[in-house]
């Protein structure tokens, strides 16, 4: 069971449990592009986001990566660990894609190596605009000695998903991570990690396999997640 929702995102829902240190993460069925000007609903997308995230966390914890992934509840929920949330959205790229693209010119496909790690300040009144570090510290966001920590987190995110999603057949594009504090005020992995905020490209064929999909028009979105839990070997529950 699960208390007073606290928070709702483009995809996500939050609410609290007797356990004032942990919470229930809802995803939704909806789906959202161009900074939410455009949304639609897709039966079943909550429960294969989910399932996707949970064995990724299982698998980074396996890796030594600390998440708030606690337990996997039913079809759309998952017990997580509450954080103090650090309002930052930290984008890892292998490949030039999307925005890295419009940015610098390079060619769509261009190998980013070695990877590099972005942060967006985590505002959507501002449209989530792309920080220097300097802007971070500005900001008094983090100390360069926790960005510099966070950074590591995230390229040991990378290092771990890449080998899992290229043994899938998978290209793992860019993605976005959030981190934040626990209680002992240890950095911790947050939010998810799904094809909802990842670029996954066929390792042979470049198809698509995430939301760039939906943003894009380029076939039916719940066939290629579908596809990219089947090559993870990931149950969906019903």
């Known amino acids: 069971m699960h208390g007073e929702q606290i928070y709702e995102g483009k995809a996500k829902q939050l609410f609290l449990t007797k356990d004032k240190n942990t919470l229930i993460q809802r ?9 939410g000007e455009r949304m639609s609903e ?8 989910n399932a996707i995230s949970t064995f990724c966390f299982r698998r980074l914890e ?8 606690l337990s996997h509840e039913n079809a759309t929920d998952m017990r ?8 930052l959205e930290i984008v890892v790229r292998n490949v030039v894609a999307g ?29 989530d605009p ?28 990378n290092e771990t998903m890449q080998a899992i999603f290229r043994d899938a057949g998978m290209l793992l594009v860019d ?11 240890r950095l911790v992995l947050g939010d998810e990690f799904s094809p909802d905020t990842a670029r996954l490209w066929d390792i042979k064929t470049g198809k698509k396999l995430d939301k760039d999909v939906y943003r894009n028009d380029l076939g039916d979105l719940m ?11 990931v149950s969906i529950p019903d």
């Open 27 to 35: 995803f939704k069925n909806s789906v959202t592009a161009l900074n």
């Open 130 to 157: 792309i920080l220097a570090d300097t802007h971070v510290f500005m900001l008094a966001i983090l100390r360069s000695e926790q960005l510099a920590d966070v950074k590591r987190h995230a390229l040991k995110v």
């Open 80 to 87: 997580v660990q509450r954080l103090e949330m650090i309002p």
């Open 99 to 127: 925005s890295l693209a419009k940015r610098t010119g390079l060619a769509e496909g261009t190998e980013v190596s070695p990877a590099i790690v972005e942060t967006y300040f985590k505002r959507d009144d501002l449209q």
């Open 62 to 69: 396996e890796a030594g990566v600390r998440t708030h992934f």
């Open 175 to 185: 993605f976005k991570l959030e981190f934040g504090w626990d209680t002992n005020e």
């Open 223 to 233: 066939d290629v997640y579908r596809e990219v839990a089947r090559r993870l070997d």
């Open 42 to 49: 897709y039966a079943g997308k909550g429960a294969v986001n």
